[in-house]
């Protein structure tokens, strides 16, 4: 593939070869409930949160979904990783993650979500992973400013994107996984080059042992395995960055074929929400029923959430729970009295501080990506 | 079939023979649009009114729905047709519809609807005629009261409902059309036994010479061809109110089986809109686009209706248009200025004078009757 050709400079900065050559390894012990989450895909692997598991404000680590678009790489070591940092800088830079960890640390909570969570639910149906709630997750990560590194290499007055690729490799017909970041969000203090997950080195399969982590923006970004950081004026001509990961620019009609042109690169998350009590298909006793979910905006807040109980004719407003912290999911709860025995469908919509609220119908494209209708659990009153 | 046996005494009264003798034809110039009408069944004629030829707010004749449980009976002749009222009166009688001319005349302007408008949409799928939006529609029927036909011949104190049968006959596995209405809205001032359809008789497929108008309730209780009425003390066993036409008590999960003592009888159609312009797939230019349609609740006044252009996340106030006619629906218009290329759902959502309001998702039943949930169109601006 001709785009594998062009990706070929970038590629040879990946510290691999060295890498398996080492005795030193990334954590064996894999913090990863795989017997926990939904597999979808085995190799690369792909594995979404049952909802079940989402009623927490941090998600751990082993509950945390999986979203890889080549294989794990081996033999990963922490001692030996070096991050380039070159293209259009005064210095290009190899840097250890101890001169990461040297580097004044910052620690943002970010809700990060597949581009794709929701794409099972499209109607025409969408081709790509059959992601349903569970591709959304809260952690907290710990890592040095992108801000601070590309400062140190000093990017030049013509930069205008950071193109980042990881140690994964192409693989038949999987082109390099790269990814680019417009260079005033890079260089917001809030992006990070993560080296630690809820207080821990990050696990393998979620990046060991740096991720980038572009708050509010779609999980793409949060670049895994990250070996290679190219500073530019012309944006990558990457499959990931010139054909995927793109949304139309106007609203479609559903199974619509859109021209390249007509498509921009994703640049954060909608507002949404997810009700992770009651759970969909539970059957409960008349009375009182709690509802409880998390709303998110990507770097926008959440204003408010309402509840429906009668399929979404009326609403309430639900109590927001805690402080609004930018980039994480806002807790909302809500109670109601079912008085008598019958199936009722629960729903949930949110708004951000933009105003912009959850549609009743999602906004079909053509990679199905950024489902935010509302949300909605159907319970059994006995 | 046991059921068509039970019916033996009531079907006796139609006075099909001696109409199929005479000579004097109900009018033979149908004025019936067969070919503007949506065929769902051609034996018996269910036809329903495509929604290009509901935006006005009488629908005329030719233009109207037209729903039959059986084949239209033949040779229907006015001069020689007999009502048979009988049961629990003091006086059973037999009236010519001449003597029903000679009573004093009512008119009301009713909006009909089947009760399965809408069935076509359901998920999981519902089995029946797949009625999509068209079902529905606005005439003025002028008649006597069946309150003062029921006086004259004498309630007693026992009764409690009407049964009413058509001039149809069961066939093959069909049972006997027989409806029940509860004695109070039969004593209802407006509602009718009509001989007229928008001020000439009423075509064939629409009942002639008579038809019951029972007004805000379902389609199946306008009975056609109307030849009996027997009041009774207690609710008929016919297949149509036994166990047709009848609504879950309480909301059921979707796909549910439902006993028989959980479903009641429908007793009136529920809020509801429907856009008429712009048609649902249109192209339009860049500009001012207006958007019109017609609100109906049954017996309810309709008290708004707001429109969504974004898919439903934020709703805007149409116009109410004219006064609010009992028993009728509400034209609505509104505007908006599109101002790019895209394609655009526009949704409409109604609200009734006791609060109802269209859900965003219609409550599921086994026989698919009542869908309501919020309309809508697609329209791709250019």
Chains 1, 2 share one sequence.
Not at 344 to 367: E, F, K, M, Y
Request: hydrophobic share 45%; aromatic share 8%.
């Amino acid at each position: 593939m001709a785009l594998a050709g062009r990706l070929g400079a970038t590629a040879a900065l990946v510290p691999l070869s060295s890498a398996r050559a080492r005795g030193a390894q990334a954590p064996t012990a894999e913090p990863w409930g795989k017997d926990k989450l939904t597999r979808l895909s085995l190799r690369p692997p792909d594995y979404e949160t049952p909802v079940a598991l989402l009623d927490s404000f941090i998600t751990p680590v082993e509950h945390f979904y999986v979203r890889s678009h080549l294989p794990v790489p081996p033999a990963l070591e922490e001692a030996r990783w070096r991050l380039a940092v070159d293209g259009d800088v005064e210095t290009p830079l190899s840097l250890s993650v101890a001169e990461l960890r040297a580097m004044p640390a910052a620690t943002v909570t970010v809700t990060l979500e597949c581009a794709g969570n929701g794409r099972a639910f499209f109607t025409p149906p969408v081709a790509g992973i059959q992601w349903k709630k569970g591709a959304v997750g809260t952690a907290r990560w710990r890592g040095a400013r992108l801000a601070d590194v590309l400062k140190r290499a000093g990017a030049k007055s013509t930069a205008r994107f950071v193109h980042m690729q990881g140690a994964d490799r192409p693989l038949g017909t999987m082109p390099a996984f790269v990814r680019q970041v417009p260079l005033d969000k890079a260089m917001h203090p809030d992006t990070l080059i993560a080296y630690e997950m809820n207080g821990q080195p990050i696990p393998p399969v979620h990046g060991f042992p740096l991720r980038a982590i572009v708050p509010g923006w779609e999980g793409a970004y949060a670049m895994k395995w990250l070996a290679s950081l190219r500073v530019s004026a012309t944006p990558s001509d990457s499959f990931w960055v010139a054909t995927a990961y793109r949304y139309p620019s106007r609203r479609v009609a559903p199974g619509a074929t859109v021209a390249a042109e007509d498509m921009a690169p994703l640049t954060g998350l909608v507002v949404k929400s997810l009700i992770t009590t009651p759970l969909d298909g539970a059957t409960l006793p008349r009375g009182a029923i709690a509802v409880a979910g998390f709303a998110w905006a990507g770097e926008r807040d959440i204003t408010r959430v309402d509840i429906s109980t009668d399929s979404g004719a009326t609403w309430q407003p639900a109590r927001l729970v805690g402080e609004q912290q930018r980039y994480t999911w806002r807790r909302f709860e809500y109670a109601f009295e079912a008085t008598r025995a019958e199936s009722c469908l629960i729903l949930s919509r949110a708004t951000d501080d933009r105003g912009n609220v959850q549609p009743a119908v999602a906004h079909w494209n053509p990679s199905g990506y950024l489902w935010n209708q509302y949300d909605g659990v159907r319970v059994e009153v006995r």
